[in-house]
DNA sequence: CTGTTAGCGCCTTCAT
DNA sequence: ATGAAGGCGCTAACAG
């Protein structure tokens, strides 16, 4: 009753118990015959090889965990799909994948992690450019790889979003729709001083984009919550009143901006247009109008960020495998927020608006 | 450099391997003074149990899935905080929380769970009324607990939202407010068909509250997107055009909801008080208005299944331990979405009666 | 190409 | 209250 071990397999197949396990790991060659024989029986048993033992005689768990922090943006749509895109791929390699929410006192848990031995190799999210945890696991000796991006990724397997290419088709959308200036609207102040990775390279990436498209460009950190949003927004009109697109990265602040717009009488896309950037189309599909938005491939991230670390951890140590980074843009969603800015670029004085009737 | 295994620790202290074994697992009296210098010899080593080794050997990992089926809903935040608040309360316990993905296949991906020996037990989420998982794991012996509540929750630990309460909480509202018409747009007709908990027990709540509260009361599913919900409301309001209170449970459908009614040209809460019921406030306060919600208490039962199964783990096949069900409510938020309705309830125009007041 | 033999690090029944 | 010893189920040298 209890679950056929390795040696009721070899029994069955009349070879050794190493030789079944040769067999399944493929270290050896084993002939065709035997080879047969032996998943034959493993069918017929339904054989399963019990992780823990295999672990802890081979020093290597087959498990990977994903070190989740909770920021204080709190963990959002993206974040799910990383972790789901990771998981399925790690199954798929026939690992598993254990979520390990790191709250705070990051060095603890990490080296807790992996002194268990059930761990093989961590996955990071919210990667900061300068990440504490990297010195952290490199001196714990636990591969890692991450979804996100340092600011110096060389020599770490890396996951992340092609800001570049993502800031670029923003201000490209923007731009070709007629926009002559644009703002983008970023993640909180705190989070840029902690070098939080998408707040520092998107920015870069629409500024360059910017002048690349001859765009006037402003842009400014802005909290993460609806009211900073509509206070940004008012900011940045009465320091750009010809301002025309608004690129946002940063969901709650999106509400704000809205509701600001609404509320001088203005409307999306209309008089200005919003691109959401890295916003997952489960949160920009909730606004009215549907943003248009540049959205990352999570699931794809996550997969990726699980492969190249059980690919890191597959390979023999004698084996030289470079790490690498993998990058993807996001794909541009075209919604109802984005078109045409209103009056031809002319140098006219905008028209006061006047009271709105607002329904 | 390698880690401390417990005869280091056990040499230390000048005592048997198993002495520390004991000590650490407390299923024997261990003289203060021996343990003591046990403990110190742990701390100085820096010692941490090979989860591996231990599970192998007591035949009972320390790590519990989440099964985790990816519906057509897709997950949400609060799907997420189950997940978060599970392995929170997983980690407290000296559990791991592994994530497995269930794309379909239930059957097998469960079997393969126990098999490999590194799962001790199961948390299931997105229950069916009659989930076909808990014969399943049954049969094969694994233990679980819920975050949701089959039909018959007999002999089985769960931990779900108190819809009964939520449900009379959300008329409550709407009725105090002076609401004489209400209706309730459901999770989609699939989801029903399929019973879907939820969708299910929030029905009957409201069905119940709104007969105590002598309110008006019709409902209907609605496809998971805002077109649906756009749709829904049209008829809704055909059907009953003195309706002003309207409770969802579909985030997507809200949106058309919204849509529709600034469409006619009304106005929330104005015309129309909308409460969202077991939405998260992440997404929720997305909504302009920001919608007055049933709030489901995600992380503590998400904490609670964690915890139910763990107890359930932990509990000695000798002796007797009755599975609960926890019950927690959603919290009623009270945003920008409801006040009382337009006209003061006269009994002046007899609006042509419909067929669908309830008793 | 296959078999034999030690462990991996811990738990747990026996003894004392 | 503590030791000693035999596995848990599998892998990975060694042999052949």
Known sequence: MANPRMIDV???ANVAPSTVSYALSGQRTISPSTRKRILRAIAELGYKPNELARGLASRRSRVVALLLPESQRGIGFTEMEFATGAAQAAKELGHQLVLSVTNSNTAGQVEALNKG????????????????????LRNAGIPFSMIGRPRDPDGIDCADIDFDQTGRDAVEHLAKLGHRKIAFLNHSASEMSTAYGPSVRAAAALR?????FS???????????????????????????????????????????????????ASVPRDFSVVSIASSTRVTEMFRPKLTTLEPQAIELGQMGARLLIEALQTPPDLEREPASVLLPCRLVVRDSSGPPPAPPTPAPAPAPTSISNV
């Open 10 to 12: 070899a029994r069955r």
């Open 117 to 136: 031995g059930l761990i093989a190799g961590a996955i990071l999210m919210e990667v900061r450019l300068d990440d504490e945890r990297i010195p952290l």
């Open 208 to 212: 360059r984009a910017a002048e690349e």
């Open 215 to 265: 765009v006037a460009y402003l842009e400014r950190p802005c909290g993460e919550d609806s009211e900073s949003g509509e206070a940004a927004f008012r900011e940045l009109l009465e320091t750009a009143p010809d301002l025309t697109g608004i690129a946002i990265m940063n969901d709650r602040a999106t509400v704000g901006v809205l509701s600001a717009i609404e509320r001088i009488g």
